[in-house]
């Protein structure tokens, strides 16, 4: 039998709160879990590192005394010391340097395990107390280190056995002596190994297992005497700085909350959604006007609803309006691509049709050189709407760079300010003026105008529409010692909360309030703003205090155009002074672009050779030794033109080589120049820019 189960709205609603409010609360009791787990092995972590590190510390402290037992015990006049018992020797060489071997205790022994002398501090009073069994170990290991109990304590011991100096290694002779140092475990020698370990000590007697204290990572070491057994333990401990807790109460907290959150999610619901649903549902299928009366009075969406459907003739009269605006929308989107059309047609239709009044054989020479002139014109017109169209394409894929040339920034200023004057409204009260200026400019700068122009547009069009009343300002300062020139927009309009100055640059963000929501706009007028002001190669900020006004201000930097090297924007005029006929090699894979080219040289009474593709090229340049010059094809079959630039200059580095290209862009340029080319042309070509740059070539001077 099949079960059907009908959901309303509202318990769809419900589960789907319950769902995600459960979903949440196994995350984060799995969270917790985990954390608990995670605490635990990375306590582990640490402790097992903090041990290898306090055995580490622990051998270093005693590195100087085993140096100075292997130091000492391959020595003749020690070995001589142990026949003869010379005790002014054993004072004179010993006993005076006992200080600096940081022991408390000095004992020397014959072969025969007999007493010879001792060393010994003040506190330490104890007489030959290290055992036989001792030297016997010692006698075969030549080196031994244990613990042992004495009166005074317990005491590291430290033993070797004595050889002569030509012996270090200790293998060559048999032992003469033995020599025992030992160093007392008291509260110094506690201090120093506290602070080399930065951890607390403490001498257990009676501790068979290692304690870990709360929060703390330990560590125990066993001192053992030479019999290998347990005289007494050091325990190490050590803050471990892992702290959990705080993580732990958070997801516990987080649990509550949700399930606080539940809890009123479930009842709100059913007060803000499942009544007025009811209500909507009751209209739907009776149309009561009673219903109607009861949604109008609920807050929010519904009550819009309930005015939706008493006004529904004024609901029928809006989509109406709305489908206009679709429709128009439409239309200007039509309209867009067809000005973009005749803006293409225009140029393209003058192209076309003064080459075909060209081809009339009796057309007169001075119709000639007019229509010439015009399809030139056009063709012109046409690139520049061209590069124009990629420009807009560059902006959103942030590909725009300065186009710099000289700017009267006083004049420039004079008209920002008469055409925004215009625009103020009629009913906004604002003084609006150019800020005064204390140190005038001295000649024109060098600078993007239409990108400065379009800074500081959208600057002054967001004063103007913030502020009612009061005075929108702006204007501009040389800082001679910086160099750089500051401009500044002042106004009294409604300003800026100290949170949104943070976000006011960022693109498509605007100040959310009932003010700024009032007005349109997309938010990108203070982001472009930024991006050009970067781009010229400044800063921009704000200071705003809210209620009162903002000032906005940027710097780009001081370039006067006298002071400016033109020549790596214009190059020098050259005439045209090449008499000579040169060999000159067209790498191009287009028949007009070639016949174009070719007609341009041969004109100068040039000889054209020919390469379609970039190995051709290579071939002929390798055969034909009388080549003066090479126009290449940066994009042509086979190899392209940076692939046989690089395989001819491995033959001929001094050959002449021009790149020829469709992109004008600034990268592929620089792409160009920084492989080694002797210049470069763009397409369209230019029949005069080809002559200035061959003479430029020929002349030795690289172009830029």
């Excluded at 470069?680 to 002349?699: A, G």
Aim: proline share 2%.
């Amino acid at each position: 039998m099949k079960l059907n189960i009908k959901l309303t709205t509202y318990f769809k609603l419900i589960l789907l709160i319950v769902g995600i409010c459960s979903l949440f609360l196994f995350l984060f009791l799995s969270l917790y879990i985990y954390t608990i787990q995670q605490e635990k092995d990375v306590f582990k972590a640490n402790s097992d590192q903090y041990q290898t590190e306090v055995r580490r510390l622990f051998d270093f402290n005693s590195k100087t005394q085993i140096v100075t037992i292997n130091d000492l015990t391959y020595w003749d006049a020690l070995v001589n010391f142990t026949k003869t018992k010379d005790t002014i020797w054993y004072n004179n060489y010993i006993a005076d340097e006992f200080p600096t071997y940081e022991v408390n205790y000095i004992g020397v022994y014959d072969i025969s395990k007999k007493f010879i002398a001792r060393t010994s501090t003040s506190n330490f009073k104890t007489i030959d107390f290290v055992p036989v069994q001792a030297m016997m170990h010692l006698y075969r290991s030549k080196f031994s280190r244990f613990y042992m109990r004495v009166p005074e304590g317990i005491v590291e011991v430290f033993g070797g056995t004595i050889h002569p100096s030509n012996d270090p290694q200790k293998i060559k002779s048999k032992p003469s002596g033995y020599f025992f140092t030992a160093r007392l475990l008291d509260q110094s020698y506690f201090k120093n190994l506290e602070e080399i370990c930065t951890s607390k000590i403490q001498l257990l007697d009676r501790v068979d297992t290692d304690t870990i204290g709360n929060r703390k990572v330990t560590s125990v070491i066993k001192l053992r005497d030479v019999d290998n057994l347990v005289v007494a333990k050091l325990l190490f401990e050590r803050p471990s700085h892992l702290n959990f807790e705080k993580t732990k109460e958070l997801l516990l907290i987080i649990v509550i909350v949700t399930i606080i959150s539940l809890i009123g999610a479930i009842y709100y619901s059913s007060k803000w959604v499942y009544k007025p649903l009811r209500l909507i549902t009751n209209i739907l299928e009776n149309d009561g006007e009673i219903s109607i009366s009861h949604l109008k009075k609920e807050p929010g969406e519904f009550g819009y609803i309930g005015n939706l459907f008493e006004d529904h003739r004024k609901n029928r009269y809006q989509l109406e309006k709305s489908k206009e605006k679709a429709e128009e929308s439409d239309k200007l989107k039509s309209t867009f691509l067809a000005n973009l059309s005749h803006e293409i047609r225009t140029p393209m239709n003058a192209i076309i049709g003064f080459s075909d009044l060209l081809l009339d054989d009796n057309l007169a020479d001075e119709h000639k050189s007019k229509y010439l002139k015009i399809i030139k014109k056009s063709g012109k017109s046409l690139v520049s709407i061209i590069e124009d169209l990629i420009e807009m394409s560059k902006i959103d894929a942030n590909q725009i760079t300065p186009n710099y040339k000289g700017v009267n920034l006083d004049k420039c200023i004079e008209e920002l300010y008469n055409t925004l004057k215009v625009t103020i409204p009629d009913e906004k009260n604002i003084n609006f003026y150019v800020l005064e200026k204390y140190v005038r400019i001295e000649n024109d700068i060098l600078t993007d105008e239409v990108k400065l122009k379009q800074i500081l547009v959208n600057l002054l069009t967001n004063a103007i529409k913030f502020t009612d009343t009061g005075h929108v300002a702006f204007g501009y300062s040389i800082n001679n010692e910086k160099k750089r020139i500051e401009f500044k927009v002042e106004d009294t309009g409604l300003g800026i909360n100290e949170k949104d100055l943070k976000v006011i640059f960022d693109r498509f963000r605007r100040v959310e309030d009932d003010y700024s929501i009032a007005l349109r706009g997309l938010g990108l007028g203070l982001s472009i703003s930024k991006a050009y002001v970067e781009m010229l190669g400044g800063q921009i900020k704000v200071s705003s205090v809210y209620g009162e006004g903002s000032v906005f201000k940027f710097n780009i930097p001081l370039v006067y155009v006298d002071n400016f090297d033109t020549t790596n924007l214009k190059g020098e005029v050259i005439e045209t002074t090449i008499s000579d006929s040169k060999i000159i090699l067209i790498a191009e894979d287009d028949n007009i672009n070639y016949l174009l080219l070719k007609t341009i040289l041969e004109l100068k009474k040039h000889t054209v050779l020919r390469a379609r593709n970039g190995q051709e090229v290579v071939d002929i340049s390798e055969s034909n030794d009388s080549i003066d010059l090479i126009f290449m094809d940066i994009k042509m079959p086979i190899l392209d033109g940076y692939e046989a630039f690089e395989k001819i200059k491995q033959k001929k580095p001094e050959l002449l080589i021009i790149a020829q290209t469709a992109h004008s862009s600034n990268e592929v340029k620089e792409k160009i120049i920084n492989t080694g080319f002797a210049g470069y042309i763009t397409k369209p070509l230019d029949k005069e820019r080809i002559y200035e740059l061959m003479n430029t070539v020929f002349q030795k001077d690289r172009i830029c």
